[in-house]
């Protein structure tokens, strides 16, 4: 039977590539998405021209009420979920002391609450069927922290500890949790750096190129497909960062 795996920011970036591969590896994909609904759409059409058909499904996955929707549209469709997802997040790029509630709210509501809320209500199922994989989306910034990203550095240390301690409580019922904390990613979230501040990082780098959404999701693909591995924190960085 085809497994069924939810994609949380599915649209752009990671979240995008990581719901392509899946699809493309003969697994029901819903994709969600909250603000790019023409990302998402062109998503579904792209892989629609390779006969590949996936959901796309908007949701505030950040509103419990919200993320229910999503979960349930899942389960009325496909009658489980197999594998989750929580790719979700945002960054905030700024002085410490120019941080706001407001920064707060969005920062940590997006990138780990979403997270929590999203495992909290997909394990009841994945409990049931006694099995089940759930895939974090951290970030390098969660294990060695970052100067002007302190509350994007927060939050996925948060789902770095999540992680390692759903593992633990999950294990008995074969539910496997693990997280991926990528290094420096060509995406628009990086977009930020200068070219020349980009070459500076890339000399930093031991494999000397910054990473693609391709490197995270062979990863992502590899997590699902093993069966013994759980608790970990995966960094993918070409080097960056040895720990």
């Known amino acids: 039977m085809e497994k069924v795996a939810i994609v949380t920011g599915a649209s752009r970036g990671i979240g995008r590539e990581i719901a392509k591969q899946l ?76 941080e706001t509630d407001e920064d707060w709210n969005k920062v940590i509501n997006t990138n780990l609450y979403s997270a929590f809320v999203m495992s909290q209500e997909v394990v009841p199922n994945m409990v049931q069927n006694k099995e089940g994989c759930i895939i974090n989306i951290s970030s390098i910034w969660g294990i060695v922290g970052a100067s002007l990203e302190v509350l994007y550095s927060i939050s996925k240390a948060g789902i770095n500890g999540m992680t390692k301690a759903l593992a633990k409580e999950l294990g008995p019922s074969n539910i496997r949790v693990n997280a991926i904390a990528p290094g ?15 070459e500076q990082i890339k000399e ?40």
């Open 204 to 243: 930093e780098i031991p494999l000397e190129r910054i990473g693609q959404v391709e490197d995270i999701a062979k990863c992502v693909k590899w997590l699902i497909e093993d069966d013994y591995t759980t608790g970990q924190i995966i960094s993918i960085n070409g080097g960056w960062v040895i720990t």
């Open 23 to 98: 699809a493309k590896s003969n697994i029901k994909v819903i994709a969600n998405y909250n603000h790019s609904e023409k990302e998402a759409i062109e998503l579904k059409e792209e892989l629609k021209k390779e006969n590949i058909i996936i959901d796309i499904v908007k949701s505030d996955i950040a509103n419990r009420e919200e993320a229910k929707k999503l979960i349930q549209f899942t389960l009325n469709k496909y009658h489980k979920i197999d594998i989750l997802i929580n790719n979700a997040g945002v960054s905030e790029y700024k002085l410490f002391t120019e």
């Open 184 to 198: 420096i990613i060509d995406t628009k979230m990086n977009h930020k750096f200068l070219q020349e501040e980009l």
